[in-house]
């Protein structure tokens, strides 16, 4: 369990680096934009289709952040009528579900990234056009990651607290 919370703090860490990096580039260019076409009227060709495309990659980071702290969408009505046990259960199911359909997702993304765009196609700053969508396929397979370690953790959990005698069975003593 400490080796997946490791990996997970890890890959965490580093998606949140790079969604504050992005979103830096993107507020500190677009600012820049504004400013070289009202007052100077020219700005960089490049920067609309650059802002378009870290777009695309700070939503998937979040994604995947938002997949690993649970505050992915979610229908939450089953917390007031389930036991604590059998949440962690159908919590378990439904992130299993869940990784199941990231990584159909991730193979078709990885699919489209290659019959959608020819390996010679070229996009900004001469880059293939594929390395721009790469977080398609990318960002599903790490949603799929934290998925699948959301299960280990409630297993983990379902089976550590079964293993536990709960206080409420032990006899109460007035003092």
């Not at 980071?61 to 007031?80: C, P, Q, S, Y």
């Not at 390395?131 to 960002?139: D, E, L, R, T």
């Not at 599903?140 to 998925?147: R, Y």
């Amino acid at each position: 369990m400490k080796i997946i919370e490791a990996i997970s703090t890890a890959l965490s860490w580093l998606e949140r680096s790079l969604i504050i990096i992005l979103l830096g580039v993107m507020c500190t260019l677009a600012f820049l934009q504004v400013i070289l076409r009202n007052i100077f009227s020219f700005g960089f060709l490049w920067a609309d289709p650059l802002l378009r495309y870290m777009v695309l990659w700070v939503g998937f980071l979040g994604a995947v952040l938002a997949t690993r702290e649970g505050k992915h969408f979610a229908v939450d009505f089953l917390n007031r009528f389930l036991s604590p046990r059998m949440l962690l259960i159908v919590k378990s199911f439904v992130n299993c579900f869940a990784a199941v359909v990231s990584i159909l997702l991730m193979r078709a993304a990885f699919q489209f990234l290659f019959e959608a765009f020819g390996g010679d196609e070229k996009d900004l700053f001469d880059l293939p056009r594929r390395m721009y969508f790469a977080i398609i396929p990318v960002g599903f397979g790490l949603i799929a990651l934290q998925f699948t370690f959301n299960v280990i953790r409630h297993l983990h959990n379902l089976i550590t607290k079964a293993s536990e005698k709960p206080e409420a069975d032990l006899p109460h003593l007035p003092i």
